[in-house]
């Protein structure tokens, strides 16, 4: 399933942003070093004790250094909040970031940047948790 790209409906769980010309595979570029913007809209995630069985739900990400504009679960607090990527549930934590949530427009948005670029492609979580409380996970597969 392709990467939703800008111009999807606003319940997409990522979009993509980015000069997508020049399909070059150069080991380092200059964009590469530059934040890949990325929208995740974590709206619709699942909830604590709930299980995903939504496939649509998987944000695919590229492997690069990534700006992440995350859009949180409505009721979901301002604050400080930690984000972390892992290959599963109680596997090492691979990626972590931090960032303050503020509310804009009705929405919780949360930025942060991540630096995939070395991740292989596959599966992983993308964990996000505010300060004290518990850790929300979603699903994510990085490509290459």
């Known amino acids: 399933m392709p990467t939703p790209v800008a111009g999807v409906a606003a319940i997409s769980p990522a979009v993509v942003k980015g000069d997508r010309s020049g399909g070059q595979d150069v080991a380092s570029t200059d964009a590469d070093r ?7 809209n974590l709206t619709q995630s699942t909830t604590r004790g709930e299980k995903s069985t939504n496939d649509s739900q998987v944000i695919r990400v590229p492997a690069r ?3 992440c504009r995350m859009t949180l679960p409505l009721g979901s607090s301002d604050g400080l909040y930690y984000v972390r990527v892992q290959r599963a549930v109680q596997s090492e934590v691979l990626k ?10 009705g929405e919780v948005r949360l930025d942060v940047e991540l630096d995939m670029s070395n991740m292989p492609a596959g599966g992983y979580l993308l964990s996000y948790r505010r300060a004290g409380e518990s850790w929300h996970r979603v699903p994510i597969v990085i490509t290459n």
């Open 34 to 40: 530059k934040p890949f913007d990325v929208v995740l």
């Open 96 to 105: 972590t970031a931090q960032g303050n949530a503020t509310i804009k427009h």
């Open 65 to 67: 250094l990534l700006a």
